[in-house]
């Protein structure tokens, strides 16, 4: 039954997937993820109370999620935070989804792949994945939000803190339920991603200069300053879309050397990097490359620019070969 009837959209094929239970925050109420972290609000907690507990500003918190400073969070309420914390925890295994289209590199880039040299070993990845994020658009509500990413709106209502009503504002930030089975959501209006001009001012992920390095043990760095808009879907999408500023920094994974640099139908920049093991790395969605083949590089290292688009954003990909494999665990 399909309670939005505003939405047109049919909701029972999501409520039969299973979702996994949120993940329980720290002592501060904090839930931390490889590429974002997220605090649980309190029974009573103000923006100010939250962020003064948890060691961040206040005004940055409610800017970025477009609350007023000074609003009353419900308990249980999940608040984004627009920069990480001193102090990560670790994270739960998520996993996640959406169907989107695909960028196919291999008849761009084979031949530069088989010929391309050997790089440097690499450090071992882990194998943990992350839920999508979703800003909300004026007009979407839980429901059509729910049967995008083919999960239950109860489900979305108990990731997020939302109230009875399901109630949610313009430029709210919400956790993408993970867990579902044999997710296949469907591509709709309501799916598309907030451009950077419809999101809140401080969305300082994607505006950062360039990405910073992780911390933790994981083999590749994330490669551009922002975070997952589209998920990997073998067939459908075969990398991940990482939500950032037009114009700001591409970074290589890992040390590698460039395999190939080529375009798309649409003349636009398609970059190679090989790795250690004959791991193969593709940045799509380009600009500005400053890289030439058979150049050697290292990680962390700009090779290249995020291209403009409505939303701009980084098409990656990692491959064994000429096959696709999830790129999350690798980021991890």
Do not use: C
């Not at 309670?3 to 996994?20: I, K, P």
């Not at 139908?265 to 380009?286: E, F, K, M, S, W």
């Amino acid at each position: 039954m399909d309670w939005d009837m505003r939405s047109g959209l049919n909701t029972g094929s999501a409520a039969v997937n299973v979702t996994d239970a949120r993940p329980q925050p720290d002592a501060r109420g904090v839930i931390t993820y490889p590429t974002y972290q997220v605090a649980v609000a309190q029974r009573g907690d103000t923006v100010a109370s939250l962020a003064s507990r948890i060691g961040a500003d206040a005004g940055q918190i409610a800017q970025y999620n477009a609350i007023p400073p000074d609003a009353v969070l419900r308990g249980g309420e999940v608040i984004a935070l627009p920069q990480r914390l001193d102090t990560p925890q670790p994270a739960a295994p998520v996993s996640t989804g959406i169907q989107t289209g695909t960028i196919d590199v291999t008849p761009l880039a084979s031949s530069a792949i088989e010929s391309a040299p050997a790089a440097t070993p690499a450090s071992q990845s882990t194998s943990s994945e992350q839920p999508a994020r979703h800003r909300v658009q004026r007009g979407e509500t839980a429901y059509s939000i729910a049967r995008t990413y083919n999960v239950s709106p109860k489900a979305l209502a108990e990731w997020n803190g939302l109230d009875a009503n399901l109630s949610l504002r313009e430029g709210q930030v919400l956790m993408i339920p993970v867990g579902a089975a044999n997710p296949a959501p469907a591509a709709t209006p309501a799916a598309q991603p907030a451009s950077t001009q419809q999101a809140p001012a401080a969305q300082t992920e994607q505006a950062a200069p360039a990405p910073q390095a992780p911390t933790s043990s994981a083999r590749f760095a994330m490669p551009a300053a922002g975070s997952v808009i589209r998920p990997y879907q073998k067939g459908k999408n075969e990398g991940i879309d990482i939500g950032a500023s037009a114009g700001s920094a591409v970074v290589a994974a890992a040390d590698g050397t460039v395999a190939a640099i080529t375009k798309d139908t649409d003349q636009v920049p398609i970059l190679v990097l090989r790795h250690a093991d004959n791991t193969l790395t593709v940045y799509a969605g380009i600009d500005n490359v400053s890289m030439q083949k058979g150049a050697s590089v290292t990680r962390g290292q700009q090779i290249a620019a995020v291209r403009a688009g409505n939303p701009a954003f980084l098409h990656f990909e990692v491959r064994k070969g000429f096959e696709s494999v999830d790129p999350m665990p690798y980021l991890q």
